[in-house]
């Protein structure tokens, strides 16, 4: 009798946990694409209305108190008064300019570190760089990153 309670203890796993999971996962996927609902378009967009589009569009956060001091991938030391960035995968010593698609004020920085990758696109910035763009209160913006030419 136990082996046959195990048995559907096991079924029920099987079936509910991926429901579970799938649930969890829905509600990331709808604050997602609300961003692109409240005007900001995806790359995708932005190409099907005609526009020149140069770089591309991601979530843009700051780096924590924490990190103060410790070394970058690129082995210098995180000041938080210079202009510097994370990126997943862009080229360590690439200058890029980074616009804040709410009030399209613009700021150029270094990557000089790796963040992890994540379902989205995202760069991490110092502090300074984040003042200009003008979001250290909100902690969170939509921006345009444009690699440079040097």
Known sequence: MSRTNSMRGLALLAVVGPLVLLSAALPLHAQESGAAEAGRMAPAEAAATG???EGFVCR???YA???NGRRT???AIYRP???TAAHPSLSLGTRVRVVNLDNDRSV???INDRCRKRRFDVIDLSRAAVRELRFLRGG?????VIPLDD
């Open 51 to 53: 526009e020149p589009e």
């Open 60 to 62: 843009a956060f700051y």
């Open 65 to 67: 108190r924490r990190f």
């Open 73 to 75: 991938s690129s082995g």
């Open 81 to 83: 008064e210079k202009r």
């Open 108 to 110: 150029v920085v270094t």
């Open 140 to 144: 969170t913006a939509w921006v345009r």
